[in-house]
């Protein structure tokens, strides 16, 4: 690796970014065994939130494509959070663009927000690895 002149930060290359350890610490958490572990147990987690709201619902016409958002929010949570890992900038950057996107539609019901929490709350879980404790919230407001 070569230094900056103005700065003592390495600067790195196209050869160091072939021949260096940084691709396989971008992608040590993307093994195909771990990548579908997470995705099935988001599965699983986002359907008991849809299940659960289904069997919760009090309004007069139940839409089930609200029930789909659910397992959706959930499995694409997931690897998002997976994708993150604990890169700070990363993280940042995610932020933002989640706070530019919002649901262009109102939401009917304040009880339709809080599932949707709870969907991307488990695929946060679930996305970091902590599978005990998503069983745990998804086993204690199931209930």
Known sequence: MTLALLTDQPVITKSDLLTSDWWSQQFANFTPGNTVLVLLFALIAGVIVSLVYRKT????????????TLIMLTLVTAPVVMAI???????????GALSIVRFRTAVKDPIDTAYMFWAITMGILIGS?????SLVVVAGISV
């Open 85 to 95: 890992g604990s890169d700070i900038g990363l993280s940042m950057g995610m932020v």
């Open 129 to 133: 690895g902590s599978f005990m404790i």
């Open 57 to 68: 619902y009090r309004g007069v016409l139940y839409n089930p494509s609200f029930g789909t």
